[in-house]
């Protein structure tokens, strides 16, 4: 079965995804709620002055084990990252593209850092950033278009490197319920993103002619600057697309009762405490 990916790939994802239309990736079928909190999962409350913080600090945690995959949830690890399909498609600017990449792996999601979060519970919405210092990739790739001034044509392997990527994010947010238990569920995002650096080379382009192989991989890399630019809007969908399947994949089976608390609601510390006081 073939659904779509997860999160910290995003930022790779990102440049290529976004470069690209679709993105599919291996995954096994849904799994269940959580029944109990995790012991990797900070528990926040609504009311707390410091929600943001304390947010993030929350994926500051969940993203190690996201990388290291949740067996109990059926979340396969997100380092490396692996990918079916990348596909192409830009057919109008200065970067014209066509057909996809195929069985990427993706190293670097773990060491994602989220930078900040900002949740408005009452109007449904959440801002947050994440940073990537590297983002590895090696693929197959099969590709047809015009970069700026120079046609590429090849399929081959191929590696990028997309260095300093820091995405800030605005999602818009939903509180479905399942089993009668409310998730967070994100319904669209918007993703903003700087790359600092861009490292490609794409072997056998133009079947194998070496020299024209090597004036292309020299100028995508001179250019890559201005190459991360056109795409960018086109990355900013694909990325969001991409990361959005990858919160929910966690958050659909993590009910809030279990990480965004209401006073009171569940909360061990306070009757623990309260237990030993009656006593
Ligand atoms: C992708 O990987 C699969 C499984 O390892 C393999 O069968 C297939 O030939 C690969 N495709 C390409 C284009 O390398
Ligand atoms: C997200 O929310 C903003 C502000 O409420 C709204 O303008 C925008 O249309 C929403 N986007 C989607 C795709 O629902």
């Not at 990797?40 to 994926?59: A, E, I, Q, T, Y």
């Not at 945690?61 to 990918?83: C, Q, R, T, V, W």
């Not at 099969?142 to 300093?164: A, E, F, M």
């Not at 600092?196 to 004036?215: A, S």
Request: charged share 25%.
């Amino acid at each position: 079965m073939c659904r779509f990916y997860f999160v910290s790939a995003f930022a790779f994802l990102l440049v290529f995804g976004a470069v690209f239309g679709k993105i599919s990736r291996r995954l096994p079928a849904d799994g269940p709620l959580f029944k109990e909190k995790p012991p990797w999962l900070k528990v926040c409350k609504r009311s707390d002055p410091n929600l943001g913080k304390c947010l993030n600090d929350m994926f500051v945690d969940m993203f190690p084990e996201l990388a290291k995959g949740i067996p109990e949830a059926n979340i396969s690890p997100f380092e490396p990252l692996y990918l079916d399909t990348v596909s192409v498609s830009k057919g109008a600017g200065p970067i014209t593209l066509a057909g996809s990449f195929i069985n990427l792996t993706v190293v670097g999601p773990s060491n994602a850092t989220p930078t900040f979060t900002n949740l408005d519970i009452a109007n449904k919405k959440m801002y947050s950033g994440i940073f990537l210092p590297l983002l590895d990739i090696k693929a197959r790739y099969n590709l047809k278009g015009n970069i700026l001034v120079l046609p590429l044509v090849g399929h081959g392997s191929c590696d990028l490197k997309l260095y300093k990527v820091d995405t800030k994010v605005h999602s818009n947010l939903s509180f479905p319920k399942i089993d009668g238990r409310e998730i967070l569920q994100i319904d669209h995002m918007n993703v903003n993103f700087k790359v600092g650096g861009m490292r490609v080379h794409l072997r056998d382009l133009f079947n194998g002619n070496e020299v024209l192989g090597q004036t292309l991989n020299n100028f995508l890399n001179q250019n890559s600057n201005e190459i991360i630019t056109d795409l960018s809007e086109s990355i900013g969908k694909s990325l969001g697309e991409i990361l959005k399947e990858l919160m929910n994949e966690i958050f659909s089976k993590i009910p809030t009762d279990l990480w965004l608390r209401v006073e009171d609601e569940n909360d061990d510390t306070e009757k623990e405490n309260s237990e030993k006081t009656n006593t």
